[in-house]
Structure formats: C-alpha cells, structure tokens
C-alpha cells in the first residue's frame, strides 16, 4: 500500500493551479482593488459600508443623507461584473439572481437597472444622484462627472 499523492494528481492539481494563475494574470481580468464604487460627481453621497454597498445591490432599501439609493448593475463588461459580485455583494451570478429574484415575489422589490453599454451607464448616473454603480478605476479618469464612493 502506498502512501502520499500519486504521479496522476500531481499533475492534474498541478494543471489546475497553472489555470488559475493563467485566468489570474493580466490586467483585464479585473481585481478587487481594481473596481470602484461610482456616483455622480454632484451626488452628496461619499461612502458607504460593505453592509450598505451589499443591502443595497440584492434589493433591501438604503437611505443615505436623506437619500434613498438606487442601484445600477453594470454588464458592459462580464468579468467586472462578476468580480464585484464576489467581492462586494460575496455571491456567484446564480445565487445573486436566485437572491433578487426571491425578494422580488416575497416583498415586491424592484430589480436593478442593467446598462450594458458603458456610456449610457454614465450619461444616467451622471444626471442622477440617488444612482450607484461600479466600474474599473481606470476606466473612471475619462469621466470627471463621476466620482469613487468609499466603501468602508
């Protein structure tokens, strides 16, 4: 009887720790660190606490400085998207649309707004206040009527 890791598994654990470096490298696969939070520039809305952020995007209300919240979800870019759900809201697209879903029929909420051309995105949130978004940081200097809210 042997004991250890075989030959066949090292491969495989090693082939599947090369795919996720490989689907980790690079700038376009979007991080974390990479996503912001964004409002309107004319928006009194400065920060908001991961609670908040994650309340707000699966459909409970959020008022903040008199201001009740509207959340917008960007899909101009599927990776984007998919990385703020994880970090932010800490759900996969599935559950995340089972979740909305769910408080829709039990409590009547409305479902988020979806913009997937990136310059629509902007042209609404930048004329409305209550709206809140996300977007690569990078992609933010472009656009000086937006600006980061802080996620605390």
Request: proline share 3%.
């Amino acid at each position: 009887m042997e004991r250890g890791i075989s030959v066949k598994k090292l491969f495989i654990s090693l082939f599947l720790f090369c795919c996720l470096q490989a689907a980790n490298a690079g700038e376009s696969t979007g991080t974390a660190n990479d996503i912001v939070l964004i409002a309107s520039k004319e928006s009194s809305l400065n920060q908001l606490s991961l609670l908040e952020v994650r309340k707000l995007f699966i459909g409970i209300p959020v008022v903040k400085n008199g201001i009740y919240l509207m959340p917008v979800i960007n899909v101009s870019d599927q990776m984007i998207k998919n990385t703020f759900l994880q970090s932010m809201v800490f759900m996969t697209e599935n559950t995340y649309k089972r979740q909305l879903l769910k408080r829709t029929v039990k409590y009547g909420t409305i479902l988020p707004k979806k913009y997937d051309d990136i310059r629509e995105l902007i042209k609404k949130i930048s004329s409305n206040g209550s709206m809140v978004s996300f977007m690569r940081r990078s992609d933010l200097k472009s656009h000086p009527e937006l600006k980061v809210v802080e996620v605390l």
